[in-house]
Every structure is written in structure tokens, then in C-alpha cells.
């Protein structure tokens, strides 16, 4: 099964491409999309729907985790944050991928145990779950909370699996 993880944002939205295999998680890739801050935000919402078409395409996922907005301590972002995770869950439905939304507790929750743990308690747990493949570990937060939040995802479909067979 290829997982895309999305962690959402007007600025940056991480994602993360995860294979899994007999409960294996092996990375694929990994990323940003940074849209530019001299654009309208019409123009970012657009930046983010071209590449998450591009990234769709490239990596053919058969489903989706998306983190879900639960809290916000910014409320001048909220909107423009909703409003990129709308054009996401968007993309998603043209291209017939199913999606699942989680909040962060409950990404850190089936990360950690800990629904309260640290993004450094995430990013540990979750660096020792993935295969890198090779490949560096992401420096940016969104990045590895995409690939937090893919994880996630994969637990929580291969539970339903299990209780379907």
C-alpha cells in the first residue's frame, strides 16, 4: 500500500510518500511544498493544488492521511490553513484517493503511546519506525510530521484490515 502523509499550511505543507509492506514503513519521499509569500493567496492555494496534482501523478498513492485541524493558537492563520486543506481534500477526491483525517493527538498518540508527547518525541519515535532507504532525514517540522501522520495512517488501515480478515 503507498501512503502520501500531508501536513497542511498556506506557507508550507509537508508530504511524505510512505510504502508499506508487512507492516514495514519504507520512505519514498519526502518534501515541502513552500509557496510564495509575495503571491495573493489565491495564487499560494493554486501553487499548492499544482503540486499536490504533480505529486499525485508521480507517486500514483492508493490513500491518503491528512492532519485535521483541531486547535489553533494563531487565529490570523486558521483560515488560510482550512482553506489549503480544503484545495487538498479537493485534489484528493478528483483523484478518487481516499483520505483520513487526524488530529494531532491522535498522530501522536499511535506515534508515542502519548497524546500530549513533544514534536522531538514524535520525530524520534517515528525516525526509528520508517526505512529511510537511504535517504537524509527531513530537517522541516512539516516534512516529518507528514511522514508522522502517514505512519499513523498506515496503523490505523492495517487495523482495519485485520478486523476484516
Given amino acids: 500500500m503507498r501512503i502520501l502523509g500531508i501536513d497542511p499550511g498556506i506557507a508550507i505543507v509537508g ?21 510564495d509569500k509575495h503571491k495573493s493567496e489565491a495564487g499560494r492555494l ?10 499525485i501523478k508521480t507517486f ?41 483525517e487526524y488530529t494531532p493527538i491522535v498522530v501522536k498518540q499511535t506515534i508515542t503511546g502519548y497524546g500530549r508527547a513533544s514534536k522531538n518525541e514524535v520525530a524520534e519515535a517515528v525516525e526509528k519506525m520508517v526505512n529511510k532507504n537511504g535517504k537524509n532525514w527531513p530537517k522541516l517540522d ?10 499513523c495512517h498506515a496503523r490505523n488501515e492495517e487495523c482495519k484490515m485485520h478486523i476484516v480478515n
Wanted: proline residues 4%.
Fill in 142 to 151: 512539516d516534512t516529518v510530521d507528514s511522514i508522522a501522520i502517514g505512519v
Fill in 15 to 35: 508530504y511524505s510518500i510512505i510504502d508499506v509492506e508487512n507492516e514495514q514503513y519504507n520512505l519514498i519521499s519526502s518534501g515541502s511544498i513552500q509557496t
Fill in 60 to 100: 500514483n498513492p492508493d490513500t491518503a492521511g491528512v492532519e485535521k485541524l483541531y486547535f489553533f493558537k494563531n487565529q490570523k492563520t486558521i483560515i488560510p490553513v482550512a482553506q489549503a486543506r480544503g484545495v487538498i481534500m479537493m485534489i484528493l477526491e478528483k483523484y478518487r484517493i481516499p483520505a483520513v
Fill in 46 to 55: 493554486l501553487e499548492i493544488s499544482n503540486d499536490m496534482e504533480e505529486i
